[in-house]
Each structure stands twice: as structure tokens, then as C-alpha cells.
């Protein structure tokens, strides 16, 4: 389907989530023993010879990627134009932020905190269809007939694994196109995706608790089965794929008994006044969630926001979502600071693409690859930093020019991950986690 009425051609609805799985376990009834199993903590891999790599120290515990689906227009957010004609500077007057750079009208809480986070305003690839962009910017791969990429958090859940009997990887609220998924490893390495929004009343995870007619003797009887069925099948078979389920089941069995890792989720336990701040709302909560689930041990929240698809009225468009984003990521930031979680807690805020510099006959902005702007914040990122320039008219990149494969690669050395480490695909093919890309250490503190 289209993702905006104006675009060209054909697009994945990237607001809905098609997977027809259960993102998460039910105590119910798989074989007569209580559960049925997803994937989800299926954490399994070839363990095949491969050459060895250098090992890093990571700077950075956990990252908070914040996506925001549909092209988010540069002019308007990270890389205005202040003194450009109003065709191409756009309908908002820029703002001044604490570090003397601009950013957009709307982005005014933004501005205060511009001491905190890295701009790269010079991002550049060559898709201009959504799905293809997507998948750039969540894998750093170019999409491939051939091959289906795993998402980063699908790398960092295989390379990391659980931490704390949490979800190495979850996506909040759920998944918004397969480019967020696994590729070509097991689904056991996708995200767990909460089902509902933390901003509706009433939000609850899915699955997450036993059914109450299940109590914890019962509980217990039905994993002591389990094991007792497991491990007659692991002597007799002896099969390293029944090893494996077992330890899905293991790790399955912690969460949902763990009342720390279950209240992990529990957005209540927030101070209202902390509520109110982030915004009683999509961005808001969504953002407040992330930073619960980080400081709690989930090692990646992909999280995304809004409809930025704006071919048409951005105005009016930027008017009804980026305050809500303005409001949501400062306090973000600043929680994380106040806290002390900014220095191991990476934050990215990316989209698939940029917008065009120049103002359509319909007050929009159309797909536009060639250069646009992400943001960075903590995890061993330089403060108040300025990465990479684009043209008086933001329409080509003017220095240092920066692919998905070279944030992909900084991503995972500020999280510790080689990405020069090949993965085994299938038992049979050896596939780099990046292939290509050069570390910016201009970006590292």
C-alpha cells in the first residue's frame, strides 16, 4: 500500500505490524505442557570455526534507537536553512539552540539540549522507496534479492544475549516492517514486541503474566514436566536442537517468574510528575518506556513515532507531531544525564530517508536520499558535536559524507560488537555483521 497518497509506486505499510506470530509465550497449550513457544528467546547459533576478531571494551550497554517512519524532512528537524529563500527553507523560522547551531521552528525544547547530542548532517544513500530505505537504516545493509539482513537489534541479541531474564531486544510498541526483524537468522534473535501502546489507558504487555487460573505450584509442576520430557528426549535423540529448546524454555520460564524483569514493563511504577513531563502521549510514553527497559537490562529498544511520510501540508503536519517529539526526546536526554545513564546509554534518532530541499506545489517535501540528518546522543558520542555539512540548499552532502554502513559500524564499536565478525548463515555461508564502512571516530568522545 502507499504510505502517503502522493507517493509513487507501491509501499509496505510500515504503521502495522503483519506478522501473524506470537510475539511473546502464553501459558496454555503446547503438548499438553502449558506453553506455547515463539521464537522469541530461542537463542541458538551455528557455532561453527570462523577466524577470530578483535574484541572491543563497549562504551555504551544499551542503545535506544528512536525511528521515525516516512522520511523525516532535514529542513525542518536537523539541518535548517535559515537564510535560504522560503521555497527551500520551509514554512517554520529555525531556532538557535544552547550551541549556537539551528534547528528546526518546532524543535524548541530540542534546542536546549543541543549541548548533549551529535548531529550528522550528511547521511546519504541511493533508495528512494520506503522499504528499501528502511532497510538501510535498520540493518546498514542495501536491500539484497538474494539475502535477507537481520535488523541491529537482531545482530546485538545474538552477539550479547539476555541480560537480567529481560528480552535482549524489544521493539516498542511492535514491529513496523520486516527490515526491524532477524533476516536471515532465527526468529529466536527478532524483538519482542509489547502488542499495545504505552500510551493507551490501561496498557498492559502481552503475555507477559501466567493466566490466572495457573498458580505457581501448577507453574512449577508443568516446567518440572517439561524438563523431565526434555531431558529423556536429549539422552535417547541425543539432539543439539532439543539442548537448544531447552534453553528457550529455561530462559522463557525466568521472565514470566521474574517479578523484577515483568515490572521492567510497568510504566505506573513512573512518578506522575515524570509522566507529565515526557508528555501524556505516543512520543511521551513510548520514550519513558525505553528508558525503563534500558536501565532495567534490555540491551536495545527500537522504538518508533509519527507518520513523517510529508509529501503534501508539512506544516500542518510537523505542527501536529514534532512538538510532541520536541518535548519527548529532551526529556529523554535529560533523564538518561540525570540518572547517569547518558554515558553507557546510546541513543539514535534516524529515519529512511530525507525530504527534498525544495518546497512541492503542494507545501510538502518529496523522498529524498542523497542527503539527510540523524541524530546522536551518549554512549561514548562527542557533545554538542556538528558531524558533516550539506550544501547552502540541503540537497547534496558538502563534507564527509556518511552511509547506513558507517553508522552501523560506529554503532556496534560504541556497543562493543566487531563488525568485521562474520555470522554463519544456514551453517553453510559466512556473512559480515557490517560489510564495508569506516568507523567515525570523529563522532567518539
Known amino acids: 500500500m502507499k504510505m502517503h497518497r502522493l507517493c509513487s509506486g507501491n509501499h509496505s505499510n510500515l504503521f502495522t505490524t503483519p506478522q501473524g506470530r506470537r510475539d511473546f509465550l502464553q501459558v496454555g497449550a503446547m503438548a499438553g505442557l502449558g506453553l506455547t513457544l515463539p521464537n522469541l528467546l530461542k537463542l541458538q547459533a551455528a557455532d561453527l570455526a570462523m577466524p577470530a576478531v578483535e574484541s572491543y571494551k563497549p562504551i555504551a550497554t544499551s542503545i535506544i534507537h528512536i525511528y521515525l517512519p516516512g522520511g523525516m524532512a532535514q529542513h525542518e528537524s536537523w539541518d535548517p536553512k535559515p537564510f535560504a529563500s522560503p521555497d527551500y527553507r520551509g514554512p517554520f523560522n529555525p531556532i538557535k539552540g544552547v550551541t549556537g547551531e539551528f534547528v528546526g521552528g518546532q524543535f524548541a525544547n530540542i534546542a536546549k539540549i543541543l549541548d548533549k547530542i551529535t548531529l550528522i548532517r550528511s547521511v546519504t544513500h541511493g533508495e528512494a522507496a520506503h522499504e528499501r530505505g528502511t532497510h538501510n537504516m535498520f540493518t546498514g545493509y542495501r536491500p539484497s534479492p538474494a539475502i ?39 526468529s529466536a534473535f527478532g524483538p519482542f514486541a509489547l502488542g499495545s501502546d504505552p500510551a493507551d489507558k490501561g496498557f498492559t504487555v502481552r503475555d507477559l503474566a501466567a493466566p490466572k487460573e495457573i498458580d505457581a505450584k501448577r507453574f512449577d509442576r508443568r516446567r518440572n514436566l517439561l524438563s523431565a520430557v526434555d531431558e529423556h528426549f536429549r539422552t535417547t ?50 520514550f519513558l518506556l525505553s528508558r525503563r527497559l ?152
Open 148 to 186: 535477507k539482513f537481520p535488523s541491529f537489534g537482531s545482530i546485538i541479541s545474538h552477539e550479547q544475549g539476555p541480560r537480567n531474564n529481560l528480552p535482549p531486544y524489544v521493539a516498542v510498541p511492535n514491529m513496523i516492517a520486516p527490515d526491524q526483524g532477524s533476516g536471515y537468522m532465527s
Open 237 to 286: 535423540e541425543k539432539s543439539d536442537g532439543l539442548s537448544a529448546m531447552d534453553n528457550f524454555y529455561q530462559a522463557a520460564y525466568k521472565l514470566i517468574s521474574s517479578d523484577k524483569a515483568r515490572e521492567a514493563f510497568n510504566l505506573n511504577a513512573e512518578p506522575d510528575k515524570l509522566r507529565d513531563e515526557y508528555g501524556r502521549n505516543a512520543a511521551g510514553q513510548r
Open 294 to 445: 534500558v536501565e532495567a537490562g534490555v540491551r536495545m529498544v527500537s522504538v518508533n513515532y509519527g507518520s513523517w511520510d510529508h509529501h503534501s501540508n508539512i506544516k500542518g503536519a510537523f505542527e501536529s507531531q514534532a512538538p510532541q517529539f520536541d518535548v519527548a526526546f529532551a526529556r529523554l536526554i535529560k533523564d538518561l544525564d540525570e540518572r547517569g545513564m547518558l554515558d553507557t546509554t546510546l541513543v539514535l534518532v534516524s529515519s529512511e530517508f530525507g525530504r527534498t530541499p525544495r518546497i512541492n506545489s503542494t507545501n510538502g517535501r518529496d523522498h529524498y536520499p542523497r542527503v539527510f540528518s540523524v541524530a546522536m546522543a551518549g554512549g561514548g558520542m562527542k557533545k554538542g558535536f556538528v558531524y558533516g555539512k550539506s550544501d547552502a540548499l540541503g540537497g547534496e552532502p558538502d563534507e564527509n559524507p556518511v552511509g547506513p554502513e558507517d553508522l552501523a559500524r560506529t554503532m556496534y564499536r560504541l556497543l562493543g560488537i566487531n563488525a568485521s565478525k562474520r555470522i554463519v548463515v544456514e551453517n553453510v555461508r559466512p556473512v559480515d555483521i557490517v560489510n564495508g564502512g569506516r568507523l567515525l571516530n570523529e563522532v567518539i568522545a
